[in-house]
Nanobody
Framework: QVQLVESGGGLVQAGGSLRLSCAAS????????MGWFRQAPGKEREFVAA????????NYADSVKDRFTISRENTKNTVYLRMNSLKPDDTAVYYC??????????????????WGQGTQVTVSS
C-alpha cells in the first residue's frame, strides 16, 4: 500500500511562488515515477507535471511549462513542485499521484492509481 501526503499549499499573490511537497510511504519510493495534478472548482482534474523514478526525465503541461519545476529526493521519499510566476488561473487543489505503469509520460488521471488528499493553492489577483 502507498500513502501520499501533500503539503505546502496556501494563499499567494499573483506573481508569487510556492513549493509543494509530497511525502510517500509504503513501497520503495525510488522504484516509481510520480506526478502532480490539479483540480479547480467546477473543472476536471488536469495533469500538471510528472517525473521519472530517477528524476532525470520530466513532463509538463503546456500551461505550466517554464513556470513550474518538478523534482524529487529519493532519500527523503519526497517529490516537489516548485511553482513560480503564479497566476489566478493556477488556483486549484493540487494532488500528487503515482502512475500505474510507472511512466512519467502519462498525463491522464486514469493512468494513476495512488493519490494524496490534496493541498489547496489560492492565487489572488
Amino acid at each position: 500500500q502507498v500513502q501520499l501526503v501533500e503539503s505546502g499549499g496556501g494563499l499567494v499573490q499573483a506573481g508569487g511562488s510556492l513549493r509543494l511537497s509530497c511525502a510517500a510511504s509504503g513501497r520503495p519510493f525510488s522504484y516509481y515515477a510520480m506526478g502532480w495534478f490539479r483540480q479547480a472548482p467546477g473543472k476536471e482534474r488536469e495533469f500538471v507535471a510528472a517525473i521519472s523514478r530517477s528524476g532525470e526525465s520530466t513532463n509538463y503541461a503546456d500551461s505550466v511549462k517554464d513556470r513550474f519545476t518538478i523534482s524529487r529526493e529519493n532519500t527523503k521519499n519526497t517529490v516537489y513542485l516548485r511553482m513560480n510566476s503564479l497566476k489566478p488561473d493556477d488556483t486549484a487543489v493540487y494532488y500528487c499521484a503515482r502512475p500505474k505503469y510507472n511512466d512519467y509520460r502519462s498525463d491522464k488521471s486514469d493512468d494513476y492509481d495512488y493519490w494524496g488528499q490534496g493541498t489547496q493553492v489560492t492565487v489572488s489577483s
